[in-house]
């Protein structure tokens, strides 16, 4: 990872806010905003098989997509959104650990489209 991609992925992660999932009760919601190039996320920790919200929004100007680690969740998600497209999905994370997202087209992970999210017990 060149140093610009480091510089991006803190800069997505430092700018997480904290969301945790606590037990019971209705499902937690988070936002995550992708624009060009960059994914700023309400999702930063979550508590493994507990229910969680994502709106997904294309706030840019090109198509975008999340993809979530498969080891984390198997949740459906789009294959792309449009921009000005948003969709909601109710989740939950299966694994702890840390566990990055992406958006996959071709391009935008390496120009700082990445970020990470927290799966405690």
């Not at 998600?77 to 000005?84: A, Q, S």
């Amino acid at each position: 990872m060149n140093s610009r991609s480091r510089r991006n992925l803190f800069a997505a992660v430092a700018g997480l806010a904290l969301l945790t999932v606590g037990c019971g009760g209705a499902p937690n919601a988070a936002t995550i905003t992708l624009t060009d190039f960059k994914i700023t996320s309400g999702l930063a920790q979550v508590r493994a098989g507990q229910p969680v919200t994502l709106t997904i929004v294309n706030g840019g100007r090109v198509d975008h997509n999340l993809k979530l680690d498969p080891v984390a969740t198997d949740a459906a998600l789009p294959e792309t959104l449009k921009p000005g497209e948003r969709t909601t999905v109710t989740l939950s994370f299966k694994a702890s650990g840390t566990f990055g997202y992406a958006c996959t087209l071709p391009g935008h992970a390496p120009a700082g489209m990445t970020g990470t999210v927290t799966v405690v017990s």
